[in-house]
C-alpha cells in the first residue's frame, strides 16, 4: 500500500536559514508527488508537483527514487514561510482517475 | 466563481444525531474528493466523484456515511447517527481531469459531535 511519512511534526528555523521538509514514500508504482501548504487561517493549497520541476515561492522538491524521497527545500526562510506542509503522493485507482494521499504533516515556524 | 465553498463552516451535534454537509466545487472540475482531517493528522481519503459517479470510497468509512452528487455539481455528505469520534474537519476538492493531483480545497466543514 501506498504510504507518506513526513518524519518531523515541528520544524523550526531562523529568518534567513536554509530550511528542508523532509518526506519519504512507499508506492510499487510510478510515484506522482506533491507538497500542499496550509497558511494561518486559510485554505490547503497547492504549493508544487515534481513533475513541474518548478520553484514556487523559492521552494523546490527533488523527486529521488533512490531513497524515495521528495524533500522541499529553500535557501533561505522567511517568517512568511510560517505555516503547515503537506507531503502527498497520488496514486492512480483505476485507468483514468486517482487519488491523494497526505502524510501527516509538518510544521515550519521561522523566527525573526 | 468563488472556489470551493463548503456549507456550514461549523456544526455541532449530539451524539446520534444525523448530520449532512455541502460541497460546491469549482463549476468547470469533474472531479470532486471528501477527506477527513483529525488534530495533528493529515488529510484521509473519504470518497471520490468523477461527475455524478461515486468511483472510490474508503475501506476505513462506516456504513452510517454516505455521499452523492446527483448532477454532477454540488455534493452531500451525510453521516448517521453521529459518534464522538466522526469529530473532525471535513474537507472537499475539486480538480479537472489534466491536473492529476492538482486540488482545489474548500475551507472545510468541522464537525464537534458532543
Known amino acids: 500500500a501506498q504510504r507518506v511519512t513526513q518524519p518531523e511534526k515541528l520544524l523550526s528555523v531562523f529568518k534567513g536559514a536554509p530550511v528542508e521538509l523532509k518526506c519519504n514514500y512507499s508506492?510499487?508504482?510510478?510515484?506522482?508527488l506533491f507538497w500542499y501548504v496550509q497558511y494561518s487561517r486559510q485554505r490547503l493549497q497547492l504549493l508544487l508537483r515534481h513533475i513541474s520541476r518548478e520553484s514556487i515561492k523559492g521552494f523546490t522538491a527533488d523527486l529521488n527514487k533512490g531513497e524515495t524521497s521528495f524533500h522541499l527545500k529553500k535557501p533561505f526562510a522567511q517568517e512568511e514561510d510560517s505555516a503547515m506542509y503537506y507531503c502527498?503522493?497520488?496514486?492512480?485507482?483505476?485507468?483514468?482517475?486517482?487519488?491523494?494521499?497526505f502524510g501527516q504533516g509538518t510544521i515550519l515556524t521561522v523566527h525573526p | 466563481d468563488t472556489g470551493v465553498s463548503q456549507d456550514p463552516r461549523h456544526k455541532i451535534t449530539k451524539r446520534g444525531q444525523n448530520v449532512t454537509f455541502r460541497c460546491d466545487p469549482i463549476?468547470?472540475?469533474?472531479?470532486l474528493y471528501w477527506y477527513r482531517q483529525t488534530l495533528g493528522q493529515g488529510p484521509e481519503f473519504l470518497t471520490y466523484f468523477q461527475n455524478e459517479a461515486q468511483l472510490e470510497k474508503s475501506r476505513l468509512l462506516s456504513d452510517r456515511f454516505s455521499a452523492e452528487r446527483p448532477k454532477g455539481s454540488f455534493s452531500t455528505l451525510e453521516i448517521q447517527r453521529t459518534e464522538q469520534g466522526d469529530s473532525a474537519m471535513y474537507l472537499c476538492?475539486?480538480?479537472?481531469?489534466?491536473?492529476?493531483?492538482?486540488?482545489?480545497f474548500g475551507s472545510g466543514t468541522r464537525l464537534t459531535v458532543v
Open positions: 476538492a475539486s480538480s479537472e481531469d489534466r491536473l492529476r493531483g492538482g486540488y482545489t
Open positions: 502527498a503522493l497520488w496514486k492512480l485507482g483505476g485507468t483514468s482517475y486517482g487519488k491523494l494521499t
Open positions: 508506492y510499487s508504482g510510478s510515484p506522482e
Open positions: 463549476s468547470e472540475h469533474n472531479r
